[in-house]
């Protein structure tokens, strides 16, 4: 499948479920000072997820443009080098706002992924976590969903602090967040790499694909987890992930949506596509850069405009190594 194809998959798939298709939002976040880019699809719902904000609908599905570039999400310094990480990606996301919770969500993600109709990913190589606690997750996927204990995977506090952890998600210091139950595809033991947890778990075998996030809590400067008005549900795949296991390549830069640009880029530079990181850091930038400026954003020395022009000096940099 196409990348265009799975995102029209995805959103089709939702809105038969009773979920609103609602457009992506900008990269410059609205009204609010805590985020530099928007960098997760439920940034825009933040303030229905906090019980501030009602809108028409209690279900909603998006592809949503993001950057991770700056402040808490920041992948800048690992673009190029990995298969996964961009400055700028597509979130595939499903939302309730009070509607359906842990349940539903798990079960949504499972067809979506597995499903004649839909992606039809062979559920043998799929592998899920859940927050360490969360024997309610861990129950509806075992028992429900019929996953097998041996690729299921509890994860705790593992970031030196509590609720700091690879399956608690928190949208930044502050704000809507919530244990997560996050699903692995494994492609395959020709890769390097562990299951999520494992020593190995860097490598490039176990992808993450998807984050269920069950948004229960608001957390505010001092650090205090306040229960939200109503348990909430934020989801999200990368397309360009999602893209790589449906298109049968190990990175995200072998898919085609990164292809054109790195041929293009290869051809501007006057140099071959082999594969090189520096030609991955050029397609990467080129992509966010594109997108940023569209939205308002121009290269200055402060704030986001700063963070713009780091990426511009970035790819230059790369581009001069290439010749």
Same mark, same amino acid.
């Given at each position: 499948?196409?990348?265009?194809?799975?995102?029209?998959?995805?959103?089709?798939?939702?809105?038969?479920?009773?979920?609103?298709?609602?457009?992506?939002?900008?990269?410059?976040?609205?009204?609010?000072?805590?985020?530099?880019?928007?960098?997760? /699809?439920?940034?825009?719902?933040?303030?229905?997820?906090?019980?501030?904000?009602?809108?028409?609908? !209690?279900?909603?599905?998006?592809?949503?443009?993001?950057?991770?570039?700056?402040?808490?999400?920041?992948?800048?310094?690992?673009?190029?080098?990995?298969?996964?990480?961009?400055?700028?990606?597509?979130?595939?996301?499903?939302?309730?706002?009070?509607?359906?919770?842990?349940?539903?969500?798990?079960?949504?993600?499972?067809?979506?992924? !597995?499903?004649?109709?839909?992606?039809?990913?062979?559920?043998?190589?799929?592998?899920?976590?859940? %927050?360490?606690?969360?024997?309610?997750?861990?129950?509806?996927?075992?028992?429900?969903?019929?996953?097998?204990?041996?690729?299921?995977?509890?994860?705790?506090?593992?970031?030196?602090?509590?609720?700091?952890?690879?399956?608690?998600?928190?949208?930044?210091?502050?704000?809507?967040?919530?244990?997560?139950?996050?699903?692995?595809?494994?492609?395959?033991?020709?890769?390097?790499?562990?299951?999520? @947890?494992?020593?190995?778990?860097?490598?490039?075998?176990?992808?993450?694909?998807?984050?269920?996030?069950?948004?229960?809590?608001?957390?505010?400067?001092? /650090?205090?987890?306040?229960?939200?008005?109503?348990?909430?549900?934020?989801?999200?795949? @990368?397309?360009?992930?999602?893209?790589?296991?449906? &298109?049968?390549?190990?990175?995200?830069?072998?898919?085609?949506?990164? &292809?054109?640009?790195?041929?293009?880029?290869?051809?501007?530079?006057?140099?071959?596509?082999?594969?090189?990181?520096?030609?991955?850091?050029?397609?990467?930038?080129?992509?966010?850069?594109?997108?940023?400026?569209?939205?308002?954003?121009?290269?200055?020395?402060?704030?986001?405009? %700063?963070?713009?022009?780091?990426?511009?000096?970035?790819?230059?940099?790369?581009?001069?190594?290439? @010749?």
């Amino acid at each position: 499948m196409k990348s265009a194809e799975i995102r029209e998959a995805f959103l089709s798939f939702f809105e038969q479920k009773g979920h609103t298709r609602v457009a992506s939002s900008s990269l410059i976040p609205g009204n609010d000072p805590t985020l530099l880019f928007t960098n997760a /699809g439920m940034n825009q719902f933040k303030d229905c997820f906090l019980g501030l904000e009602k809108r028409a609908y !209690t279900r909603a599905a998006t592809s949503q443009k993001c950057v991770r570039a700056g402040g808490k999400h920041n992948d800048l310094e690992n673009v190029g080098y990995t298969a996964r990480h961009h400055t700028f990606f597509e979130m595939l996301g499903n939302f309730s706002f009070g509607d359906y919770f842990k349940r539903d969500a798990i079960h949504f993600a499972w067809e979506f992924l !597995t499903g004649d109709k839909w992606l039809n990913l062979p559920k043998e190589k799929l592998w899920v976590t859940v %927050y360490a606690t969360d024997d309610e997750a861990f129950d509806i996927w075992t028992q429900e969903v019929g996953v097998p204990v041996e690729r299921m995977i509890r994860i705790g506090d593992n970031k030196g602090a509590p609720y700091a952890s690879d399956n608690f998600w928190t949208m930044g210091d502050t704000g809507p967040c919530g244990p997560c139950t996050e699903i692995f595809f494994d492609h395959g033991e020709h890769i390097w790499g562990g299951p999520p @947890g494992s020593p190995e778990e860097d490598g490039d075998r176990y992808i993450e694909i998807w984050n269920n996030v069950f948004m229960q809590f608001n957390r505010t400067a001092d /650090g205090v987890l306040h229960p939200l008005p109503a348990p909430s549900v934020d989801t999200g795949m @990368g397309l360009e992930r999602v893209s790589a296991v449906l &298109q049968h390549v190990n990175s995200n830069y072998e898919i085609d949506l990164f &292809q054109s640009l790195l041929n293009a880029a290869a051809q501007a530079i006057g140099c071959a596509n082999e594969d090189q990181a520096s030609l991955k850091v050029v397609a990467d930038h080129i992509r966010s850069c594109g997108f940023l400026i569209a939205d308002g954003v121009t290269p200055s020395n402060e704030g986001r405009g %700063y963070v713009l022009r780091r990426i511009i000096r970035r790819a230059c940099r790369h581009g001069n190594k290439l @010749g």
